[in-house]
């Protein structure tokens, strides 16, 4: 199992860094102009040539890279071209907005997505027709319409949710459950669904094996084939649509929290793409892919600790 | 994601597939309302009533009227003009997004699975790397540098995408590739191309029609989305765009935000349900599984939802002796509704099997069969495969898969009628009444528990055994059916064993319980011929030290000779013959028997059913 864990890390760790340097390539090489977009458009070329060496911009890619690369291995990530900050400072405020988001999201899309997901599987008929058709409406709307006909409902008519703003669970843990309820929850619908559907498949493909006919011949009781056996054998797939999920709920909070005027990755994300400040979209990057890097380790570290022989592999 | 299972389809048949697609009513009207969506933004600049940028800043947030049936936004614009204006920027995102995924997608799919090798291996990495990315971000690296076009942006995400078809591609060409004509085509000497093009492509072809509907839908999704964001053209109506100006006004006029959003949510609803009965319409010629998966017909998982009452679907007949629901009239029997001693162990009298196929058709598996055990004894109960002997077992011990129906005069254990019984009150039978052996040792144990775990749990519920009683107990039972280790072995898990240790295991199992009668379903046809004496050894020892009834469901009747006391024969769900096993090999009475012993026979004559056969045929 130690051996299985060090594996996958090892994995998370190298997708990490192919994908960190091909975007750090990708940006430098295609002109993107970081002087210039801290300056903005009146700037003079002289101007930008000062900036651009203030930044270091005018030495060879490589030599700025392995630079970036030696500084970020030791938590440096450089300065914010546009804001003259550090970028690890930026990212210390603004990151836990959009975790929070994404993983109140999956949490809640778990939660949602299992029980719906055995409850049609074990009800065939109306119940699992009328999840088919709710499933394909949540993956139909797009996630961010839904934040905005929510913010309308709760936020701007029922007045149950503040329409914008972040609350810090640590000012206030009421106002902080508040201030993402409303997006926590038009990011899950979508998930939800994905993952309902999935692990209805699965539970179903997992009752017609051979060996559940046998437990029940051993006079088990339903309960205990279903919660026991039936649900650990079907679980590896929900975790990995799980896995995906959450990917998606990291994307889909870089939208919504504009609709609810949230200042998460996204909008930092977004602001430094108008500035084109490589550095602070390098830290956006690195963080996220590591934050996904980690959820697959766990989700691997579950589906190893499920299935025996992918632990014995 | 997981590889979605995809069983190669047979070769064409457009015409049929076309008629199922036209039975399906979702299906044409989700396919009607994408073609008018389509159609509507196309022809936009021929019927849409105002120029979608024409600004008139004295109507304003005007509300839905005759001049303009959607009202207008906050510029002064005509909503309705800009709906189907923004069209036209959905559809070509969808066009690039999908035709980048399959340009990347497919044709390496096609590689990796047909050539496999490193490649495969390269290919299968890079599209889990893809699979890690989250796209908002990536695309707003892509937007940094190339800007927020359509092209760059859909481009990305067909990249991002592509995994999806890259994955099912690969899929069904492995899938493909091990089907047997293709090997014929080999032989033949058609040429790896000729190949590739012949069969590949005309399979692939339906589920990529299916994956691409949902492309489809996500381009706009996501496309829409980086509109709200603001990454587009202002000067282009699209549909994110109008969300995202709707929003500027949502305190104002918060309807605004209803029409783009709805042009969204069923534009993509329609794609994924046409996907959806696509996929139903050519799945309907593969395997029943996955058909059964996407059209979400009846099927009820083999145990009832735990709290469901009785009456479920596959225990008989309300009162003994009413034959259930789609029961064919008793006049057309073949056979004897006969009878059954009063005293044996399991007396089943005019046992009926019917499956309801989806089209309404029904299927009789079994039609009357009637059979009884007396303790101690051992029935044999022979046929071809596909009589219905497997299908009377699992019907004796109420294991019949949903879609079965089951009706009987009679079933009894000791006394106790199995029939109109809830699943509840069948488990106090099973396992610690009658038990079970399968055919198949290693489909049958469960891959995720440990071998005690499964000997353990039965016990604890059957015979209420602390957790220390059922292990001593499993020590012993696993140590009775020749398990050199059962310490080890308990703390094993199935895929560690060998198929003859699991069917022993599966026997300790069956037997842990103290049951009055065994089914064992051909316990020896899946294991290799050495073990094969050994395990048959073994069920007869434990038949006898227990003086337990059993059923020997078989094909072979060297087994028969073997062990059995009385033999059933078996044919078309029928038994046509049914006495003591010295009296049957003398003296066979119905031609099948006959038949079925000069089969058997020829290289195997019988001996003493007493003496010990170690070798056993086929």
């Known amino acids: 199992m130690v051996r299985f864990i060090a594996r996958r890390l090892v994995a998370g760790v190298l997708l990490a860094f192919v994908v960190v340097t091909g975007m750090f390539f990708f940006l430098h090489l295609t002109g993107t102009d970081p002087a210039r977009g801290a300056l903005g458009l009146y700037a003079t070329e002289d101007q930008v040539a000062i900036k651009s060496a203030q930044l270091g911009l005018d030495r060879p890619v490589i030599e700025q890279y392995l630079d970036w690369l030696g500084h970020a291995v030791t938590g440096d990530l450089g300065t914010s071209s546009a ?34 997901g055995v409850l049609a599987a074990v009800n065939p008929g109306r119940f699992d027709r009328a999840l088919q058709i709710v499933m394909v409406i949540g993956f139909a709307l797009p996630n961010f319409w839904v934040a905005i006909i929510f913010a309308i409902v709760f936020a701007v008519g029922l007045r149950w949710f503040p329409a914008t703003g972040y609350v810090h669970l640590l000012d206030s843990p009421v106002g902080w459950l508040l201030s993402i309820t409303l997006p926590v929850a038009a990011l899950a619908l979508g998930s939800i669904a994905a993952i309902a559907q999935q692990l209805r498949n699965s539970v179903i493909n997992v009752y017609s094996q051979d060996y559940v006919r046998t437990l029940r011949s051993r006079g088990l009781p339903p309960r205990t084939i279903l919660l026991t056996h039936v649900l650990r054998n079907a679980s590896p797939p929900a975790l990995t649509m799980l896995s995906l999920q959450f990917i998606a709920a990291m994307s889909g909070a870089a939208i919504i929290e504009r609709v609810f005027g949230l200042q998460g990755i996204g909008s930092v994300a977004i602001n430094a793409s108008g500035n084109s400040d490589i550095q602070v979209i390098m830290g956006v990057l690195l963080f996220t892919v590591l934050l996904v890097v980690l959820v697959n380790l766990i989700v691997d570290i579950l589906y190893g600790a499920l299935n025996p022989k992918v632990r014995a592999a | 994601m997981t590889d979605i299972p995809i069983a190669p389809a047979a070769p064409a048949a457009p015409l049929r597939r076309l008629g199922r697609f036209a039975a399906n009513p979702l299906g044409i009207v989700a396919a009607s309302v994408l073609a008018l969506i389509v159609l509507a933004s ?17 109507e304003t947030l005007q509300p839905p009227s005759a001049t303009h049936p959607l009202g207008t936004d906050a510029s002064g614009r005509d909503v309705l003009s800009r709906i189907l204006w923004g069209g036209q920027v959905s559809l ?22 047909y050539f496999a090798r490193t490649f495969d291996g390269v290919a299968s990495w890079v599209s889990n790397l893809l699979m890690s990315l989250p796209e908002i971000l990536i695309l707003i690296v892509v937007i940094t540098s190339l800007g927020s076009g359509l092209a760059p942006t859909m481009i990305t995400l067909g990249i991002l995408a592509s995994p999806d078809l890259f994955r099912l591609t690969r899929s069904v060409v492995i899938n493909v590739r091990e089907e047997l004509y293709i090997d014929a085509a080999k032989v033949s000497g058609l040429s790896d191309t000729r190949i590739i093009f012949r069969h590949i492509v005309s399979v692939i072809l339906g589920p990529l029609l299916v994956r691409c509907s949902f492309v489809f839908g996500l381009a706009i999704i996501v496309q829409s989305g980086l509109e709200f964001l603001g990454f587009g053209d202002p000067t282009r109506p699209s549909w994110g765009g109008m969300l995202s100006s709707a929003f500027q006004t949502i305190y104002r006029a918060p309807e605004l935000v209803f029409a783009p959003g709805m042009a969204i949510g069923v534009s993509v609803m329609s794609l994924v349900i046409l996907g959806a009965a696509i996929a139903d319409s050519l799945g309907a010629e593969r395997a029943p599984t996955a058909r059964r998966r996407s059209t979400g017909t009846r099927r009820s998982t083999g145990t009832p939802a735990p709290g469901a009452g009785p009456g479920t679907p596959q225990e008989g007949t309300p009162q003994e002796g009413t034959p259930q629901e789609g029961t064919p009239q008793e006049g057309t029997l073949t056979t004897d509704v006969g009878q059954t001693p009063a005293d044996a162990l399991l007396r089943v009298e005019n046992l009926r099997v019917t499956y309801r196929g989806e089209d309404g058709t029904s299927n009789a598996v079994v039609e009357g069969a009637t059979l009884h055990v007396h303790r101690g004894e051992v029935l044999g109960l022979v046929g071809e495969s596909g009589s219905g002997k497997s299908q009377t077992s699992f019907g004796i011990l109420g294991l019949l898969p949903p879609e079965a129906t089951l009706s009987a005069a009679r079933i009894t254990l000791g006394g106790e009628s199995l029939l109109g019984r809830s699943e509840r009150e069948l488990q106090r039978f099973r396992g610690g009444r009658m038990a079970y052996v399968p055919q198949e040792p290693m489909s049958n144990l469960d891959p995720s528990f440990t071998i005690g775990s499964q000997l353990i749990k039965p016990m604890r519920h059957q015979l209420g055994a602390s957790r220390a009683e059922a292990t001593t107990r499993a020590h012993e039972l696993l140590d009775r059916v020749g398990i050199p280790d059962p310490v080890l072995t308990m703390a094993s898990y199935p895929h560690q064993l060998s198929g003859g240790m699991a069917q022993r295991v599966l026997i300790a199992g069956a037997v842990s319980c103290d049951p009055e009668l065994l089914i064992a379903d051909e316990p020896t046809t899946a294991l290799d011929v050495t073990v094969q004496a050994e395990v048959l050894n073994l069920l007869r020892e434990l038949q006898r030290e227990r003086n337990m009834g059993m059923i020997l469901v078989t094909h072979n009747f060297g087994v028969v000779a073997d062990i059995c006391d009385r033999v059933a024969v078996m044919q078309n769900g029928v038994i046509v013959e049914q006495r003591p096993v010295l009296e049957l090999f003398a003296d066979p009475h119905h031609a099948y028997t006959r038949m079925l012993l000069a089969s058997t026979l020829e290289n195997a004559p019988p001996r003493s059913r007493h003496g010990v056969r170690r070798e056993v045929d086929s």
């Open chain 1, 83 to 116: 804001q003259s900050s550090p970028v690890i400072d930026l990212l210390v405020t603004r990151l836990p907005v959009t975790v929070s988001l994404a993983l109140g999201a999956i949490i809640v899309a778990a939660t949602f997505g299992v029980v719906l």
């Open chain 2, 42 to 58: 196309v022809c936009a600049p021929f019927f849409a009533p105002y120029d979608p940028n024409l600004i008139v800043l004295a």
């Open chain 2, 92 to 113: 070509k995102a969808g066009s690039i997004m999908i035709a980048t995924a399959i340009a990347v997608g497919v044709p390496t799919g096609l590689i990796a699975g």
